[in-house]
């Protein structure tokens, strides 16, 4: 009888384990994006074509808002990370940006009538981190 009792302990304690490594085990598998003001479902392409916008814009390379990952086995950059102060500056710029152009162009538009951005990072930045004047 006693035995009975330990193997049903046992078993509904490996079920318990089961149902929880089940319920964490998507988080590990899918990281989740950290995007505040892109679209959360914007393609790897666009997502590409932006970030190298920025770049070519400020004239810097990834590092300059993208902090190194701290797995030291990797040289790669944790791109999800907002560590770094230029990332979210980056974000302000982006809102400012699309305000500008929102606010004030949006008699600029194309056949299709959508509205062509007029003023865009390199607008300001044109090569330069520190656009302010000098
Ligand atoms: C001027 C700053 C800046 C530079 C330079 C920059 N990024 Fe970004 N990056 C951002 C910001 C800001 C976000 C988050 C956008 C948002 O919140 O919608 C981002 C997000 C990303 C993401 C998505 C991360 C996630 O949450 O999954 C990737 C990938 C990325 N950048 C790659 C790059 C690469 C590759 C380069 C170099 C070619 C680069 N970035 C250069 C500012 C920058
Ligand atoms: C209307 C002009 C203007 C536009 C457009 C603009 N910026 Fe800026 N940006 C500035 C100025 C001016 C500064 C410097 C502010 C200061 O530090 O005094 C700056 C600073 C920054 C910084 C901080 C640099 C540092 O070293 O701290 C980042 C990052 C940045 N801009 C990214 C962007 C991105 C990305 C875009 C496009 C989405 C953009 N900016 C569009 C004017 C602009």
Partial sequence: MLHYKKIAIVLSLIAFMVVGMAATKPLDEKPKRNLKVLPKDISHEDLDKVMGGFKAALGVKCNFCHVASKDS??????????????????????????????????????????????????????????????
């Avoid at 982006?94 to 390199?122: E, H, L, Q, W």
């Fill in 73 to 134: 086995s990797s040289h790669h950059l944790d791109f999800a990370s907002d560590e770094k102060p230029e990332k979210d500056i980056a974000r302000h710029m982006m809102r400012m940006t699309a305000k500008i152009n929102k606010k004030y162009f949006s008699f600029n538009k194309d056949d299709k009538g959508n509205t062509i951005p007029a003023v865009s990072c390199i607008t300001c930045h044109r090569g330069d981190p520190h656009p302010e004047v000098k």
